[in-house]
């Protein structure tokens, strides 16, 4: 067990739908990040937050958003779903931003149908 | 443009012998690597890091070892248990930035035969 908690486990929703995945980080760390795991794309760095405020972006689409609040635990919102986006959505969280370990979640499974 | 590579896709030991999974990677500016062990079904858990400015690192039962000239990693793991078969992923950290940010290979299936 990493101490990152996710929820739900899994999720299935309908194309054009907006969910919203909660991450709450291992006590004491600042940094959130969100991964996004499909089959053919890998592992994917969506975005992270360090101490409530943006600190990366990847490749995270315009439709998705993320946001850390003041408890530091982060919600991941995605809208308008396509077939595409049914992945694995992970997330990490670290003491700091820098080069230290991120432990990861057990993850929240999407499914769009 | 950035990408971390595995060179197998799977591999096949059998339970006791030594394991070595490869990764190459593309981007020279990366000063952080990472080694995670992916079980069916969980998120990936932290095995063993390295730092730029060492070509060697050990663990319990695993080794990273770093080669910056031909941008190569790999993860040994001795004596390999059943418990070990799971999907392994490399990843760096590009320096600068001053972010958390890793780029993932696309991961090696290790399956251990009892």
């Known amino acids: 067990d990493s101490g990152v908690t996710q929820t739900p486990k899994h999720l299935i929703t309908a194309t054009g739908q907006r969910v919203t995945l909660r991450c709450s980080p291992r006590?004491?760390?600042?940094?959130v990040y969100w991964y996004q795991q499909s089959l053919d794309q890998g592992l994917q760095f969506l975005i992270q937050?360090?101490?409530?405020?943006?600190?990366a972006k990847g490749n995270i689409l315009e439709r998705f958003s993320a946001q850390q609040f003041p408890d530091l635990h982060s919600e991941l919102n995605l809208s308008s779903l396509e077939l595409g986006d049914s992945a694995l959505y992970f997330c990490?969280?670290?003491?700091?931003?820098?080069?230290?370990?991120?432990?990861f979640g057990p993850g929240t499974r999407l499914l769009v149908l | 443009g950035e990408s971390v590579g595995l060179h197998l896709p799977t591999l096949s030991v059998q339970e006791g012998d030594n394991s070595i999974i490869n990764c190459a990677y593309s981007?020279?500016?990366?000063?952080?690597f990472i080694w995670y062990k992916q079980e069916s079904g969980k998120g990936p858990q932290f095995i063993i890091d390295?730092?730029?400015?060492?070509d060697k690192r050990q663990g319990q039962r695993v080794t990273v070892l770093l080669n910056k000239t031909v941008k190569h990693l790999s993860l040994q793991i001795a004596a390999t248990q059943p418990g070990d078969s799971a999907v392994y992923f490399c990843?760096?950290?590009?320096?600068?930035?001053?972010?958390?940010?890793?780029?993932f290979g696309q991961g090696t299936t290790l399956q251990v035969k009892p």
């Open positions: 990490a969280s670290s003491v700091e931003t820098g080069k230290e370990t991120q432990y």
């Open positions: 006590s004491g760390d600042l940094s």
């Open positions: 937050y360090y101490n409530g405020e943006e600190r």
């Open positions: 981007n020279s500016a990366s000063d952080y």
């Open positions: 390295i730092r730029s400015n060492m």
């Open positions: 990843a760096e950290r590009p320096s600068g930035g001053n972010t958390g940010k890793l780029i």
